[in-house]
T-cell receptor
Framework: QQQVKQSPQSLIVQKGGIPIINCAYE??????FPWYQQFPGKGPALLIA?????SEKKEGRFTISFNKSAKQFSLHIMDSQPGDSATYFC?????????????FGKGTRLSVIA | EAGVVQSPRYKIIEKKQPVAFWCNPI?????LYWYRQNLGQGPELLIR????????DSQLPKDRFSAERLKGVDSTLKIQPAELGDSAVYLC??????????FGQGTRLTVV
């Protein structure tokens, strides 16, 4: 079954807009939540990650919001640019429960139009 | 520093033929992963190595897939015989212990 559910499947925003991508999980053993960015023909690259001891993490224009009680986390991209057009994957892993491998969401294809 | 190197980048084979993919991880990374990414989907783990040992191969279809990581460095993933449903991108990733995973560019396999 899908361990990490991601939405929406695709997203189109105007340049300067703030796309938001959401993920939900069920496994309470997950304690590491990264977001990956993938351009066509490339492998996924780590963008930003969060652990459940904080509710928000910012790195440049990228912010993760984390809601432990709801078992949800989301990625916000501030002042989005056409160069942000890519597929974004949320993922999760249990670091303190035997280092389970990363499980990925199905991805969100983001298009930022000028 | 070189990243994870995979070859070939593209492979087209007829069904029932064998195929092999090669991965050279980042130097010093002891953990190596093979993932499969179907079109429009997220990567799914096939096998994870810690040094030479396969510590998680529960998702590897062992009737046709095999993998090895000799000397705990390079790794090879093999499919024999290939089926139409094996068409996908095969991604290799490596990490130092269970830190950040760095992915290669992948091998796009097309089975016709």
């Amino acid at each position: 079954q899908q361990q990490v559910k991601q939405s929406p499947q695709s997203l189109i925003v105007q340049k300067g807009g703030i796309p938001i991508i959401n993920c939900a999980y069920e496994n309470t053993a997950f304690d590491y939540f990264p977001w990956y960015q993938q351009f066509p023909g490339k492998g996924p690259a780590l963008l930003i990650a969060i652990r459940p001891d904080v509710s928000e993490k910012k790195e440049g224009r990228f912010t993760i919001s984390f809601n432990k009680s709801a078992k949800q986390f989301s990625l916000h991209i501030m002042d989005s640019q056409p160069g942000d057009s890519a597929t974004y994957f949320c993922a999760a892993r249990g670091e303190n429960s035997g280092n389970t491998p990363l499980v990925f969401g199905k991805g969100t294809r983001l298009s930022v139009i000028a | 520093e070189a990243g994870v190197v995979q070859s070939p980048r593209y492979k087209i084979i007829e069904k029932k033929q064998p195929v092999a993919f090669w991965c050279n991880p980042i130097s010093g990374h002891n953990t190596l992963y093979w993932y499969r990414q179907n079109l429009g989907q997220g990567p799914e783990l096939l096998i994870r190595y810690e040094n030479e040992e396969a510590v998680d191969d529960s998702q590897l279809p062992k009737d046709r897939f095999s993998a090895e990581r000799l000397k705990g460095v390079d790794s090879t993933l093999k499919i024999q015989p290939a089926e139409l449903g094996d068409s996908a991108v095969y991604l290799c990733a490596s990490s130092l212990d269970y830190g950040e995973a760095f992915f290669g560019q992948g091998t796009r396999l097309t089975v016709v």
